[in-house]
Nanobody, 124 residues
């Protein structure tokens, strides 16, 4: 089993920044893909960003491109989502997901492991 735990969410004013963390524990992967998804109230879960194990490939949803940055520690056990210039539409529960593939993936069903989510609320 692999456990993913998100942290760093909170309340922030529009235009502010937050940094989300996704910490992996248990049996980790030597090669993997990591993705961030979010789910706003009354809406379906949507893709936000993804990176591969080496971190040399990244992919962002158009809605966050230029504002969000996905990265990871050198130990490859923690993935971050730096969120800048936040907007009220960014309000959602943010989830970290992973699978044992060295690629960038944007589909929810392609991931095997999921965290429990962290709430991000952006006020206008």
């Amino acid at each position: 089993q692999v456990q993913l735990v998100e942290s760093g969410g909170g309340l922030v004013q529009a235009g502010g920044s937050l940094r989300l963390s996704c910490a992996a524990s248990g049996r980790t992967f030597s090669s993997y893909a990591v993705g961030w998804f979010r789910q706003a109230p009354g809406k379906e879960r949507e893709f936000v960003a993804s990176t591969n194990w080496r971190g040399d490939k990244v992919y962002y949803a158009d809605s966050v491109k230029g504002r969000f940055t996905i990265s990871q520690t050198s130990a490859k056990n923690t993935v971050y989502l730096q969120m800048n210039n936040l907007k009220p539409d960014d309000t959602a529960v943010y989830y970290c997901a992973a699978c044992s593939r060295d690629n960038v993936l944007s589909r929810e069903n392609e991931y095997d492991y999921w965290g429990q989510g962290t709430q991000v609320t952006v006020s206008s």
